[in-house]
T-cell receptor, first 115, second 117 residues
Framework: AQSVAQPEDQVNVAEGNPLTVKCTYSVSGNPYLFWYVQYPNRGLQFLLK??????LVKGSYGFEAEFNKSQTSFHLKKPSALVSDSALYFCAVRALSGGYNKLIFGAGTRLAVHP | NAGVTQTPKFRVLKTGQSMTLLCAQDMNHEYMYWYRQDPGMGLRLIHYSVGEGTTAKGEVPDGYNVSRLKKQNFLLGLESAAPSQTSVYFC????????????????FGPGTRLLVL
């Protein structure tokens, strides 16, 4: 079955410290992976994606993600967290179903950055 | 360029009432989607459309109907609302990578919060 797992409901980080939000996936074929962020009372915003090429992908707001094929992971990272990074983060994988590709989302991880 | 907009932002319904949620996009995207977001469950796909006049079922289609009469609009209907349909509904759209049937990044609307009593 094609799926995405975000093992942590919440991640707490002190401002200025590095952060990691974990994501693992299960999909047939080559994975197309995405990270989205949701701020309170807002829709999801695209952060970054991995399609092919370099395993380290850079995205918006200083975020990056590392694709690891052997561990089937796509962890989101940032070298120095900001309080304004506090939000809900979703990992997603594109999966083929019914002849078309659709996104399968993880349950989300709430990131709390403390001053 | 407004992107993806949703109407209304918030609605309260009584069990058995009907309503239609409207999604509009001005990016000329071929693909449009309706999701529901529930705590601890991420986003689940209700219905989607790969072009004007076409719709298809997603992961949780029961109790919902959709229509895509115009390319820019995607309507989600609840014929007889139930408390289990209390949720936040998000619309999204994306364009197709030329000749691949693969959609690109999805762009989301701000959401509609629905409470069914």
């Amino acid at each position: 079955a094609q799926s995405v797992a975000q093992p942590e409901d919440q991640v707490n980080v002190a401002e200025g410290n590095p952060l990691t939000v974990k994501c693992t996936y299960s999909v047939s074929g080559n994975p197309y992976l995405f990270w989205y962020v949701q701020y309170p009372n807002r829709g999801l915003q695209f952060l970054l994606k991995y399609i092919t090429g370099d395993n380290l992908v850079k995205g918006s707001y200083g975020f990056e993600a590392e694709f690891n094929k052997s561990q089937t992971s796509f962890h989101l990272k940032k070298p120095s967290a900001l309080v304004s990074d506090s939000a809900l983060y979703f990992c997603a994988v594109r999966a083929l179903s019914g002849g078309y590709n659709k996104l399968i989302f993880g349950a989300g991880t709430r990131l709390a950055v403390h001053p | 360029n407004a992107g993806v907009t949703q109407t209304p932002k918030f609605r309260v319904l009584k069990t058995g009432q009907s309503m239609t949620l409207l999604c509009a996009q001005d990016m000329n995207h071929e693909y449009m989607y309706w999701y529901r977001q529930d705590p601890g469950m991420g986003l689940r796909l209700i219905h989607y459309s790969v072009g004007e006049g076409t719709t298809a079922k997603g992961e949780v289609p029961d109790g919902y109907n959709v229509s895509r009469l115009k390319k820019q609009n995607f309507l989600l209907g609840l014929e007889s609302a139930a408390p289990s349909q209390t949720s936040v509904y998000f619309c999204a759209s994306s364009y197709e990578l030329a000749g691949t049937l693969n959609q690109e990044t999805q762009y989301f609307g701000p959401g509609t919060r629905l409470l069914v009593l």
